[in-house]
């Protein structure tokens, strides 16, 4: 813990991000009694706590693991929390129901002496869709569902990537296989943990991830060396099958067809940006847009009676640091806005500029460079109180994710607008600054890393996006999108002269303001420690 040596972060495993009522009550229990009174979700759909006494940690532990919930392997060189579509098993995009799959994955991992002790980390997320909401392009492992017909019958399987990755050398996964029966995924998974503890780069831990394997190696002769892992891990038959798993723990019968209640401004508002229509007919997943990822205890608990009256007993937390509440039936829409208003849990503007991503940051993480937590809730804070004009007017596609160093626990390289900590000297001194990136992207069209176009002081960041985005405005083409907008400036070479002439009136130091990190008292100062952050 950043400053303090006697605390500790509890970084709390939430399989698939699926949080039952039960457990959103103890983490609001165990976040009041033994953390700081609130609890962080992650862009691995984990919960993390804060400034937990070491004399503490033993009652704070076994609080969790009454409710179901566990710490293991939710750092180390392990594999680590299984990540999945928020909306699976409900989304009209998707091809079939990657949770049962995801589960098996996870529970198979959770404890299995193979992953104990790689060369490094590895992280598996599943999609379902083309939206590729779990972003799973940049993981070292990823399936994507397929349907293939053979033998005369359609069987399900997964199209699997290896060797994503962010941090600083982003990576998109290539292709390891592309239809890989869904019997034989566990096998398939297996093999590659298998080569990759044989293989992997134990002496440098900069280069140790997955994909620096298969770089070097080159994807044929990881690919190859997958395969043969995978016949003897067959032949020998390690791998558990575990029985068929339910996709929804609650499933409720179809209601008949209802239209979306009408309501006033605000309700209006929230549903166009926070509502998804689900397949089955009747009902509909709403997002509860957390500040920064933050909930406090009091909305924990409020939220488990939340879920328990309107969404079948259960969250689910999102990559993007949200929450999603499935299974509502289109009628009690108003009924939960005004539940979630109650606690300031309505924003509305779910994965726009007004719901940006921020990690942990240097308030907590001793990684960190700046407090891009901090930020996250100053910007959040300054553009939610106009909806009229950050929810609307073709900004739609901009999103905005933070990292507080270039670890990427806040997935910058994959936003609209990103951006991560560094330090700088000016006239001698440390000063807090952001390097920005433009164009990122993980959606239907593909992903794409954003380009860096420039370095501004962290006091500035604020100011530099507004100019940013009301530069985009004033330029844009009829229709055009953000995104549209700033790949027609990259096809030019345009797109870093561009930024820079925005941001060039921010880039100076103007007073004793400026040399103190957003949130903190006095000069800004790097101070790294060792630790395992979440990227």
């Known amino acids: ?26 983490l609001g229990l165990v976040a009041g009694r033994y953390a700081d009174g609130r609890g962080h979700i992650t862009t691995r759909q984990d919960v993390q706590l804060y400034h937990v006494s070491l004399a503490d940690i033993p009652a704070a532990l076994r609080g969790l693991g009454e409710a179901e919930l566990t710490t293991r392997e939710t750092a180390g060189n392990v594999v680590r929390n299984v990540t999945a579509d928020p909306l699976a098993g409900i989304s009209p995009d998707e091809i079939f129901n990657i ?19 790689l060369p490094r980390k590895v992280k598996i997320a599943f999609s379902g869709s083309a939206a590729d909401r779990s972003m799973v392009k940049v993981h070292d492992i990823r399936g994507f569902v397929v349907v293939r017909l053979i033998n005369g019958r359609l069987m399900e399987g997964f199209e699997l990537y290896v060797g994503g990755g962010l941090v600083a050398a982003p990576t998109i996964a290539q292709r390891l296989e592309a239809f890989t029966p869904a019997d034989l995924l566990l096998p ?36 190859e060396a997958v395969f043969k892992e995978r016949d003897q891990v067959r032949a020998a038959e390690s791998v558990t099958v575990f029985p068929e798993m339910s996709g929804n723990r609650h499933t409720p019968p179809n209601l008949p067809p209802q239209v979306m209640p009408q309501g006033d401004e605000v309700f209006a508002r929230w549903v ?23 909930l406090s205890a009091r909305q924990f608990r409020a939220l488990a009676d939340i879920a328990r ?21 289109i009628e009690k829409l108003p009924e939960l806005h005004r539940a979630l208003a109650t606690v300031g849990l309505s924003a509305p503007g779910v994965h726009r500029l007004s719901d940006p991503v921020g990690c942990a940051g240097a308030t907590t993480c001793p990684l960190a ?27 739609a596609d901009v999103c905005l994710k933070i990292s507080g160093c ?13 951006s991560y900590g560094a330090s700088r000297k000016v006239n001698g001194e440390e000063i807090s600054h952001y390097n920005l990136l433009l164009g990122g992207r993980a959606n239907e069209e593909g992903t794409r890393f954003g380009k860096l176009v420039a370095r501004i002081p962290a006091r500035h960041v604020p100011e530099a996006l507004e100019a940013i985005i009301n530069s985009y405005r004033h330029d844009r083409q009829p229709g055009q999108s953000f995104l549209e907008w700033a790949d027609r400036l990259e096809e030019a070479g345009r797109l870093k002269e561009w930024a820079l002439s925005i941001v060039r009136p921010f880039l100076s130091i103007d007073d004793r303001s400026d040399f103190s990190d957003w949130g903190q008292q006095g000069k800004f100062t790097v101070e790294i420690g060792q630790n395992e952050c979440a990227a």
């Not at 002496?203 to 994909?211: G, P, V």
């Not at 270039?406 to 990103?418: I, S």
């Open 99 to 117: 949770w049962p799959y995801a589960e098996q994955v996870m529970r198979f991992f959770l404890r299995n002496p193979i992953s104990q002790n």
């Open 188 to 223: 398939t998974l297996e093999a590659i943990v298998r080569v990759f503890d044989r293989l992997g780069n134990r002496e440098n831990k900069t280069r140790a991830r997955l994909k620096f394997l298969v770089k070097t190696m080159c994807i044929d002769a990881f690919r």
């Open 369 to 395: 460079i700046t407090t891009s937590h901090t930020l996250a809730q100053v910007l959040a804070e300054r553009w939610i109180s106009r909806p009229d004009r950050w929810l609307s007017d073709g900004l």
């Open 406 to 418: 270039p670890n990427a626990c806040g997935q910058h390289h994959l936003a609209t607008v990103g």
């Open 272 to 294: 166009e940006t926070n509502v998804v229509k689900q397949k089955q007919p009747g009902y509909v997943a709403a997002y509860a847009t957390l500040t920064a990822g933050d």
């Open 1 to 26: 813990m950043r400053g303090l040596s006697d605390v500790h972060i509890v970084r709390v495993k939430v399989p698939l991000g699926r949080l039952n009522h039960l457990q959103l009550d103890r």
């Open 309 to 329: 009256e309107f969404a079948q007993r259960e969250v689910v937390t999102t990559v993007t640091q949200n929450l999603v509440l499935r299974w509502v039936p």
